[in-house]
Nanobody
Framework: QVQLVESGGGLVQAGGSLRLSCTASGGTFSNYGMGWFRQAPGREREFVAGISRGGGRTNYADSVKGRFTISRDNAKNTVYLQMNSLKPEDTAVYYC????????????????WGQGTQVTVSS
């Protein structure tokens, strides 16, 4: 059983940056593909970014490509999401998730989820 805990959310002005972290426990972190998803009020949870088990491959939603970077440190059981050039439309609760598949954009492929961290971008 994998437990995931996100941190690093907060309030930031448009154009600013935040780095989210997600630390895993209770499993072998390097066995899992990791993903970040987000959910804005009244909207479906959507894929943001994914990373392979070793960190060598990544994929991104078109809406964040070039602005967000996902990375992982398997020695620290942690996955990161560096978010730059933030926009008000990036406001959402951000979730990290673990999957036995890699680079999946489908939330149903992720069996473990964190509790989420709020990101609010003011205009």
């Amino acid at each position: 059983q994998v437990q995931l805990v996100e941190s690093g959310g907060g309030l930031v002005q448009a154009g600013g940056s935040l780095r989210l972290s997600c630390t895993a426990s209770g499993g072998t972190f390097s066995n899992y593909g990791m993903g970040w998803f987000r959910q804005a009020p009244g909207r479906e949870r959507e894929f943001v970014a994914g990373i392979s088990r070793g960190g060598g491959r990544t994929n991104y939603a078109d809406s964040v490509k070039g602005r967000f970077t996902i990375s992982r440190d398997n020695a620290k059981n942690t996955v990161y999401l560096q978010m730059n050039s933030l926009k008000p439309e990036d406001t959402a609760v951000y979730y990290c998730a673990a999957s036995s598949r890699i680079l999946s954009v489908t939330k149903g492929d992720y069996g473990y989820w964190g509790q989420g961290t709020q990101v609010t971008v003011s205009s």
